[in-house]
């Protein structure tokens, strides 16, 4: 059973930057595409980015495209999410997921099975 530990969230200033990381363990990551999925009080979950268990197809949502940049490291079973010009409408927990799709509507969480426990982010003067 995959498991997955997602740590690196605060607060953190309008145009601040931070670096989400992903460890799993239970079973080897390379076997997964990675979601990172955020959801905001009150608002459904939502996709980020997502990137292939060979790193070669990555995608982004539009509201982080150009902001955010997603990557892995199969070798040490982890992965990140790097944020930067982070925006108050950022805030939210985020979290890292295990599964089989990166595709246009990789938001659609039915293609994740496995869910780490979140990390808050807070974006706030």
């Known amino acids: 059973q995959l498991q997955l530990v997602e740590s690196g969230g605060g607060l953190v200033q309008p145009g601040g930057s931070l670096r989400l990381s992903c460890a799993a363990s239970?079973?080897?990551?390379?076997?997964?595409?990675v979601g990172w999925f955020r959801q905001a009080p009150g608002k459904e979950r939502e996709g980020v980015s997502c990137i292939t268990s060979s790193g070669k197809t990555i995608r982004y949502a539009d509201s982080v495209k150009g902001r955010f940049t997603i990557s892995r490291d199969n070798a040490k079973n982890t992965a990140a999410l790097q944020m930067d010009i982070l925006k108050p409408e950022d805030k939210a927990i985020y979290y890292c997921?295990?599964?089989?799709?990166?595709?246009?509507?990789?938001?659609?969480?039915?293609?994740?099975?496995?869910w780490g426990q979140g990390t808050q982010v807070t974006v706030s003067s």
């Open positions: 239970g079973f080897p990551l390379e076997h997964y595409v």
């Open positions: 997921a295990g599964g089989s799709w990166c595709g246009s509507d990789f938001s659609d969480t039915s293609g994740f099975d496995h």
